[in-house]
């Protein structure tokens, strides 16, 4: 089973301010398998990017995605104060179990 | 626009069973895979189990194998969760989950269920 370690567990940052979250998978995963979900208080998740870099319909431009094999990371440019949520990586495996990350936690400073 | 609204959830004593409801709409519901995907109070996304387009394929996590059992019905575009033997650690919101790829691109507002006695 293919483990998803997501750091930090909490970011404190200001509006304005860029975020780096990091998703760290336990072997090599296929980033075509990778995504990255957000998730507001009592709201469901939505979907941020997948492919690894690729963004959702809709998602704006300061969100981006990158990395391969085990290492995978959201990028936030310029934080909009509706950016603060938590953040989970997803893998899909070609054969279950499906993971997620634990999430990391960006809350206003 | 995609919708996807789950009904069924409620308490249940332990050993209880629930059956859980997504009703879809705006989209080609005999089109793609679907998924339940939960999250017990105040804690992570855990995947619960998925059926392929067709229904002949489903999974489950080990978590819930054997207990709960997943299907669809494209005539009425719903799906459910048979949920049986059902234990405190089954307590969460459920979400009903549009698969696209290997991504989730649409989610339900979620149905909670809670195990107490």
């Known amino acids: 089973e293919i483990v998803l370690t997501q750091s930090p567990g909490t970011l404190s940052l200001s509006p304005g301010e860029g975020a780096t979250l990091s998703c760290r998978a336990s072997?090599?995963?296929?980033?075509?398998?990778l995504a990255w979900y957000q998730q507001k208080p009592g709201q469901a998740p939505r979907l941020l990017i997948y492919g690894a870099s690729s963004r959702a319909t809709g998602i704006p431009d300061r969100f981006s995605g990158s990395g391969s094999g085990t290492d995978f990371t959201l990028t936030i440019s310029r934080l909009e104060p509706e950016d603060f949520a938590v953040y989970y990586c997803h893998h899909y495996g070609s054969s279950p179990p499906i993971t997620f990350g634990q999430g990391t936690r960006l809350e206003i400073k | 626009q995609v919708q996807l609204v789950e009904s069924g959830g409620g308490l249940v004593k332990p050993g209880g069973s629930l059956r859980l409801s997504c009703a879809a709409s705006?989209?080609?519901?005999?089109?793609?895979?679907m998924s339940w995907i939960r999250q017990a109070p105040g804690k992570g996304l855990e995947w619960v189990s998925y059926i392929s387009a067709s229904g002949s394929t489903m999974s489950y996590a080990d978590s819930v194998k054997g207990r709960f059992t997943i299907s669809r019905d494209s005539s009425k575009k719903s799906l459910y969760l048979q949920m049986n033997s059902l234990r405190a650690e089954d307590t969460a919101v459920y979400y009903c989950v549009k698969e696209r790829g290997y991504t989730y691109d649409s989610w339900g507002q979620g149905t909670l269920v809670t195990v107490s006695s």
């Open positions: 705006g989209f080609t519901f005999g089109s793609f895979y």
């Open positions: 072997q090599s995963v296929s980033s075509s398998h």
